[in-house]
């Protein structure tokens, strides 16, 4: 008898990231290709670079220049695809209240355009990135996902309109939506271009140029830092978990102040004038996530600080 192998292909899963390749996507992309997916990038490339994929082999990553505000024929692109983790948006506030309409097109059409081709394609888990920016200055803190929604500037309303498209899409399609505030993410690849920089972009970059640490008011305010680490593992456990139709807060549950990280990092400080709108604290109650998915984060504070620094 002639002897014959059968050589079956297990068929890798297949996920799709807009947004892939800015500073949260790429780091997502990365940790699907560990977990052996096949990764499809969205991106316009506004923000994002095709440095922060390079390392990829083209048949693990595939990238796609699209922008999703004005996508035409995304469908063939959502064929086959399992998980769609959907990141493409514009962030920063001030530009949001010079130009509301291109918000608009970008944070609340563009996610209905993405959901459209995801409701199409019948995918597993849909994982939308919302921002904790739309409690405005709460009154409770550690603030939990029950808080009172308070959208101070077009960027906070186009990223809630956007997490309303994809709850509301939850309800009428019963698609496996799921909805993530992202409290302050950092870590590895964090834009340092941006006019209006984040703080850690900023520090880095002073850091980098030996200049003075840039202190807002008085730097006692506090954020919630999450390590771009812990968000990614939570984003894993949230695909691979049962949930849908809900609504995480995605921090570290800890308040930073920024003359904490200031200190922290060292060296001379200045202080600058207050911005409009900057809520004295911030700090994500994040019960529900922990509970729901037995997550929670890893990386302090301090550990996050001496990576990004030593990288
Ligand atoms: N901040 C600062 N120095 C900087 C940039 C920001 O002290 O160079 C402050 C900013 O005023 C805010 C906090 O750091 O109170 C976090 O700012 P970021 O823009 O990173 O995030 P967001 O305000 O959107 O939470």
Known sequence: MVGFKFFTKMKKIKSIVTGGAGFIGSNLVDRLVKEGHTVIVLDNFVSGKRSNLSHHLKKNVKIIRSDISNIKNIDKYFRDVSY????????????SIKNPKKYFLNNTLGTLNILEAAKKAKIKKFIYAASSSCYGSPKKIPTSETEKI????????????????????????????????????????????????AVFSNFLTQKKKKRPLTIVGNGKQTRDFIHVDD?????????????????????????????KIANIIGGKKIFIPKRPGDPNRSCANISKIKNDIKWKPRISIIQGIERLFQS
């Open 84 to 95: 769609v983790f959907h990141l493409a948006g514009l962030a920063e506030i001030i530009p």
């Open 231 to 259: 968000l990614t593992n939570a984003f894993i456990k949230l695909a691979r978990s049962n949930l849908k139709n809900k609504i995480y807060n995605l921090g570290s549950g800890k308040e930073t102040s920024i003359n």
């Open 150 to 197: 308070d959208t101070q500037h077009p960027y906070a309303f186009t990223k809630f309109l956007g997490e309303e498209a994809v709850i509301k899409y939850a309800d009428f399609f019963k698609m496996p939506n799921i909805s993530c505030r992202f409290f302050n993410v950092y870590g590895p690849r964090l834009n340092t271009t941006g006019q209006y920089g």
